[in-house]
């Protein structure tokens, strides 16, 4: 139990929650999902597009079409 400004808050585990994040990529309509390591998660917004989601679980993401994010290695220089 914490007590923080004279109240007391009672602090349990943290529940679990799907993390995946399954977004359709607006240039070409592609099912990619991210993972929370993954390089552009933070930057990946889950929209209001019929098929975004959240997933808790890979096989999830899968089973629904999305595949798995590239990850990015910046432009070539010639």
Same mark, same amino acid.
């Given at each position: 139990?914490? +007590?923080? @400004?004279g109240s007391d %808050? *009672?602090? @349990? $585990?943290?529940?679990q929650? $799907?993390c995946?994040?399954c977004?359709v +990529?607006?240039?070409? +309509?592609?099912?990619?999902?991210?993972? $929370?390591?993954d390089q552009q998660?933070d930057?990946?917004?889950? @929209? /209001? /597009?019929?098929?975004?989601?959240?997933? %808790?679980?890979?096989?999830? %993401?899968?089973?629904? #079409?999305?595949? *798995? %994010?590239?990850?990015?290695h #910046?432009?070539?220089?010639?």
């Amino acid at each position: 139990m914490i +007590s923080k @400004g004279g109240s007391d %808050a *009672r602090v @349990g $585990p943290l529940e679990q929650y $799907p993390c995946i994040k399954c977004n359709v +990529s607006l240039r070409d +309509s592609e099912k990619i999902y991210h993972l $929370p390591f993954d390089q552009q998660y933070d930057k990946t917004v889950i @929209g /209001h /597009h019929k098929l975004e989601c959240y997933v %808790a679980t890979v096989e999830e %993401a899968e089973r629904l #079409g999305f595949r *798995r %994010a590239f990850r990015w290695h #910046g432009v070539a220089v010639t």
